[in-house]
């Protein structure tokens, strides 16, 4: 059974509960009847109602209601009584105590994030047919490739995070050659956010927003706390373990759908709008167009390459989460990044 | 389990009217409506006992029929005309 996710775009939208089902209506017309055993969440961008009744029936079938704004901030989530695995969190605290500890763990994360970085760019290498091009994609492979090495002799978390700032500094400054159609309408310098500046900067940012919500979920879902991180040190509101769980799945998932959907012209200018001060927004196609890939990508299988079982993309953040989880509680000795081809 | 569910209900008189509300209400919460008595169920073999243990309770097997497809994963299908469906795996965006 494939469950959904139930994406409330359009403003102003209303759902209600009729017996077992969701029924979502826009200006009084129903759009959409939705059984809940479909249903694994909801996320709401911007101004959309949901009856209390429609509330507790997710709440009865332990489907979180997601809010974010409508240019995809993450504000909150809803869900029922957590699953109170209380001796996985302590694990989670006493491991986030350790410093030696934390940093074996945010190696891994940072190792995964490279080596995911450094695919991305190979396959870009090899498909790009501009020799230049390709020597610059093929001399960042190789510098990710040497942080990796000297990762493995790092043990002290600063360390450890000068390193992962290194390797995106290499990443994105190549990012413009994974391009190889639309050029001069999504050029890209330098990562920016809060607010993204240019549409590039606008699509990572959306993405990030979407694939930090489901490491979210799927931290919570395995009982684990996802504020309570070890490459990203804890701040108030800040979701560190989830953001440290991101890290493997940003090149994999958010930076080449991105890549994939300018390539392919799913996306295009007209699906961003400038703002006032130098901010560019999506349009209300341009995020519907986003998520629509997104979700898309996410009903692919891959191989996983430590279970060695086909899985759903959309499932790896919860293997991931599990496997992390293993890890905390002593089972395995290290977190195992997901590497994939 | 992909599921095909089909049924007629006397509706002469009042109590059968209510049975067809009723028997058509459980449908709707576990499956979406492709024509007026026939619905598609995707659903879990939890799912499946629920719904068909309901369904067997609303009718009356002396005046209603009811019928279960038990559809294969490759099934393949055709749709003309109006009343299209919904794919409820597909990405849901309103």
């Known amino acids: 059974m494939k469950q959904n996710t139930l994406y409330l775009t359009t403003q102003g939208a209303y759902v209600s509960r009729d017996h077992l089902t969701l029924k979502i209506e826009v200006e009084k017309e129903l759009k959409l009847a939705v059984p809940i055993h479909h249903l694994e969440s909801v996320c709401i961008f911007g101004h959309s109602l949901m009856s209390p009744p429609a509330a507790e029936l997710c709440w009865e079938h332990g489907v979180p209601i997601n809010y974010f704004s409508e240019n995809g901030y993450f504000i909150g989530r809803w869900e029922g009584v957590p699953n109170t695995s209380v001796l996985l969190r302590r694990a989670q605290y006493r491991v986030a105590d350790d410093r030696r500890a934390s940093a074996l763990i945010a190696r891994q994360c940072v190792a995964g994030k490279l080596q995911n970085s450094r695919q991305s760019v190979l396959r870009s290498a090899r498909e790009t047919t501009a020799t230049e091009e390709r020597d610059r994609l093929q001399s960042c492979a190789t510098d990710l490739a040497s942080l990796l090495r000297m990762l493995e002799h790092v043990g002290d978390l600063d360390e450890i995070r000068g390193m992962e700032g290194q390797g995106a500094n290499v990443y994105f400054g190549v990012f413009d050659f994974h391009l190889r159609q639309q050029r001069d309408d999504f050029s890209f310098r330098v990562r920016s956010r809060r607010p993204p500046r240019d549409a590039v900067n606008c699509l990572l940012s959306f993405l990030y927003a979407l694939v930090r919500h489901d490491c979210i979920a799927a931290l919570t879902a395995t009982g684990l706390d996802p504020f309570v991180g070890y490459l990203h040190a804890e701040r108030p509101n800040r979701p560190s373990l989830a953001l440290d769980l991101m890290e493997e799945f940003r090149p994999l998932l958010a930076d080449r759908l991105a890549i994939t959907m300018i390539n392919r012209k799913q996306i295009g200018p007209k699906d961003f709008a400038p703002r006032e001060g130098g901010a560019v927004e999506f349009s209300p196609t341009g995020r519907k167009a986003v998520i629509t890939g997104y979700q898309t990508r996410k009903q692919e299988t891959v191989q996983h390459p430590v279970l060695e079982q086909q899985c759903r993309i959309g499932q790896l953040m919860l293997i991931q989460a599990r496997i992390l989880a293993r890890h905390l509680r002593g089972d395995i000795p290290e977190y195992l990044p997901c590497v994939l081809r | ?94």
């Open chain 2, 1 to 94: 389990m992909f599921i095909l569910i089909t049924y007629d209900v006397s509706t002469v008189e009042k109590a059968g009217r209510r049975r067809l509300r009723r028997v058509a209400q459980a449908c709707k919460d576990y499956g979406l409506r492709v024509q007026n008595s026939v619905f598609e169920c995707k659903v879990d073999a939890k799912n499946w006992v629920l719904l068909r243990a309901r369904l067997l309770e609303e009718i009356n097997e002396k005046e209603d029929s009811l019928r279960f497809y038990f559809l294969d994963a490759d099934v393949t299908f055709e749709h003309h005309g109006t009343k299209k469906p919904i794919d409820l795996e597909e990405p849901l965006i309103v």
